[in-house]
């Protein structure tokens, strides 16, 4: 006995290590089985293990996160039905020549059927027809269209993963799993559509093999037994029903399963991962618990209505409004925790009172004012303007700014504003009610009663004065600056100056989706001849100089055709500029007319002398001399706070390299090239912008 034992630990042993001679083995004997007669004890076994195949296969589907899990379904689903068919035939075998088909069929018959003809007989066409008609037919359908759809989509998934390959976000590797999965994803859904034939055939099948066994054992048993025809009825009416039935439930099962499996839905974004079909169930159940409040109110009215169970109705209402009531409460209360627990971090991070644990991210746009302004007017009509700057400027200009966040604190002086980018403070500036600004400049003498504007919040050119020093010192209104009005401007160069930083790989993504979307040529063009890292740089170039990308579609066109022969960002970036030369021009010259200053021509031979080369640009080497009169020229033409509407107009090799030297002290001036310019724009020259030069020193 141990020796066998041991035989038969060794072939289960080797059978696992060969999981396709186990395969190959059940599909020789389920053919055998279509052969050869069987023993009763073996088919009541077979019977047993296919209703346990088919619960399995139920259950099993329901924890998977998608249809790829389970891409074999379709080869398991033929070989179910196909043993389900060699049973069939067994006990119909049987049935006929025995009148016996195991303890399995008769308690179908007599259990489940209750001994009845009629009931069994209707308890069968429920089951056949809900497979055949609903389940079989509706997943028939599903499978048909999912097939198509997979097959019509893959040319824009295969698009889509070459464009994320480009651009980074996924690599090598990534890339072709997802090239696998989408292979496999559309053989699989091609293989249900033919497999869910099987499923449809499956049930005409049963019907004719009861068909069958009834009509057969009646004659079997009147014509060869000698039976009266009550008795043969009676006899084979049982069998012939506890057969059909060990037959189609399995069967309903495998179709469910099919049917779960063509109409699976995944919102986990890929095929890994807990995102079962039941845990999705519940979730998506649970996610509206207003839902199930007036579930409970309906349950309530039909307890209402004369002659129904109330007491059953009643229950459900109570555990349906429960369930609503329970997950509103828990929702609010985990937000209340989230909210508390996060303003608790904020709170506790210096005192040392308990340990974070929350990773808080640092804040894009933050306005920090003193506690004293919280709720006051004046500050909430800062605000106000603020909001309409920014917006402003993400509709004109296409750049999408963060939104801004709000904060009074202690840790400021009263009369201070502070302006920070990710928590870094890039203003301060002076907020005061009673007082406003006047160049330091404007003034021929000065007051101990005036304030001097700090160095710390960049006004050491100010003097804050009441209106009744204004008054006296016979100062118009043009001639002081409120501090909101002055605080508007400042942010608004800001926002500019630092706008084009959060034109990330998302931001151009979101650009690039909308191309797509609205114009699906020229989406997939653009993805093929331009990596997203390259048309961010390109973006953030044009952002970075005020100009609008809100002409998408030019801008997109022009790195179309130069981009295929041309690599260089700032090159690129020139070619778009001169491709949207109306737009520059209205931009600067609404009404046709631009106020420009230009370089005289001894500066301009200075500035081409002293441009110098490296790999991958060209820039100024300038004495410092010649450095700092440019600089202080600038100050005079082009002051910070001041209205100007001259742009500076220079030759188009020198036009980069003279933005890069002035971007950083003098942002807000618009230098732009006579290529830039439409030939309907006129010319207002007001000057020419010399310096003294020391013919010694011109280039370091």
Same mark, same amino acid.
């Given at each position: ?323 609503? !009531? ?25 005192? !040392? ?82 007082? !406003? ?264």
């Amino acid at each position: 006995m141990d020796h066998f034992v041991s035989l038969l630990n060794k072939f289960a042993h080797h059978a696992m290590k060969q999981n396709e001679m186990v395969i190959a083995a059940v599909v020789v004997a389920v053919i055998f089985m279509l052969i050869l007669p069987m023993p009763t004890e073996l088919v009541d076994s077979l019977i047993a293990v296919n209703i346990c195949i088919s619960t399995l296969l139920i259950v099993l589907v329901t924890y998977m996160p998608g249809p790829l899990a389970f891409s074999t379904f379709p080869g398991m689903l033929l070989i179910t039905t196909l043993f389900r068919l060699a049973l069939s035939i067994s006990t119909t075998r049987l049935i006929l020549l025995e009148q016996d088909a195991g303890d399995i069929v008769e308690t179908f018959g007599n259990f489940v059927a209750g001994g009845n003809l009629a009931v069994g007989m209707v308890i069968f066409l429920i089951i056949t027809v809900a497979q055949f008609l609903v389940i079989a037919k509706g997943s028939e359908r599903v499978a048909e269209v999912a097939a198509r759809f997979t097959l019509d989509a893959m040319p824009g998934k295969q698009m889509s993963i070459d464009s994320d390959l480009r651009a980074g976000l996924i690599d090598a590797r990534e890339a072709r799993q997802m090239r696998m999965d989408l292979s496999k994803e559309s053989s699989l859904f091609g293989a249900l559509d033919g497999a869910m034939k099987f499923v449809k055939g499956d049930a005409i099948a049963g019907l004719v093999i009861v068909a069958v066994n009834l009509i057969g054992g009646l004659c079997v048993g009147v014509l060869q037994y000698g039976m009266s025809a009550g008795d043969a009825m009676q006899l084979y009416s049982i069998l012939t029903i506890g057969d059909g039935l060990i037959a189609q439930i399995p069967a309903l099962l495998i179709s469910l399963t099919a049917g779960i499996i063509i109409t699976r839905v995944s919102s986990g974004g890929g095929e890994s991962g807990d995102n079962n079909i039941g845990v999705e169930m519940a979730t998506q159940l649970l996610d509206q618990p207003r839902a199930w409040l007036i579930a409970s109110v309906c349950m309530v009215g039909f307890a209402l209505v004369p002659g129904m169970p109330t007491l059953t109705f009643l229950v459900i209402a109570l555990v349906t409004g429960g369930i609503g !009531g329970y997950r509103i409460f828990t929702t609010n209360y985990l937000a209340l925790q989230a909210a508390q627990s996060l303003e608790g971090d904020q709170n506790n991070d210096i005192d !040392g009172k308990q340990d974070l644990r929350r990773f808080t991210p640092s804040r894009a746009y933050l306005i920090q004012f003193h506690r004293v302004w919280e709720g006051d007017h004046l500050s909430l009509t800062l605000i106000e303007s603020i909001r309409k700057c920014r917006n402003h400027i993400v509709h004109s200009f296409g750049i999408t700014l963060p939104s801004l966040d709000i904060e009074y604190t202690d840790n400021i002086a009263e009369d201070e504003i502070v302006f920070s980018i990710y928590e870094v403070p890039r203003l301060r500036a002076t907020l005061s009610r009673a007082r !406003g600004a006047i160049m330091k400049s404007k003034l021929a003498t000065m007051s101990d009663d005036f304030r001097l504007g700090e160095r710390s919040r960049e006004e050491e050119h100010l003097v804050w004065m009441t209106a009744e020093q204004c008054q006296n010192m016979g100062l118009t209104e043009s001639d002081v600056w409120r501090s909101t009005s002055m605080i508007v401007s400042r942010l608004e160069h800001i926002f500019f100056m630092t706008g084009a930083e959060f034109i990330g790989l998302q931001e151009t993504r979101a650009i690039m989706s909308f191309i797509e979307q609205d114009q699906p040529e020229l989406g997939q063009e653009l993805q093929r001849t331009i990596p997203l890292a390259q048309f961010a740089a390109i973006l953030r170039k044009l952002a970075s100089e005020r100009m609008s990308l809100r002409s998408i579609r030019q801008i997109s066109e022009t790195l179309i055709e130069y981009s295929q022969y041309e690599k260089d960002i700032d090159v690129l970036s020139d070619y778009v500029r001169v491709a949207l030369k109306a737009q520059l021009s209205f931009q600067h010259a609404p009404k046709g007319v631009m106020k420009a200053r230009l370089f005289s021509p001894r500066l301009e031979e200075v500035l081409r002398d002293s441009v110098r080369h490296s790999n991958n640009s060209s820039f100024f080497v300038l004495a410092p001399d010649v450095a700092n009169a440019m600089r202080t020229q600038f100050k005079l033409l082009y002051p910070m706070h001041a209205s100007n509407d001259a742009v500076l107009l220079v030759a188009q090799d020198l036009r980069r390299m003279v933005r890069t030297l002035i971007e950083e002290h003098f942002h807000h001036v618009p230098v732009l090239s006579f290529s830039e310019i439409t030939p309907a724009t006129q010319l207002d020259v007001i000057e020419y912008i010399d310096i003294e030069i020391n013919t010694d020193t011109e280039v370091a």
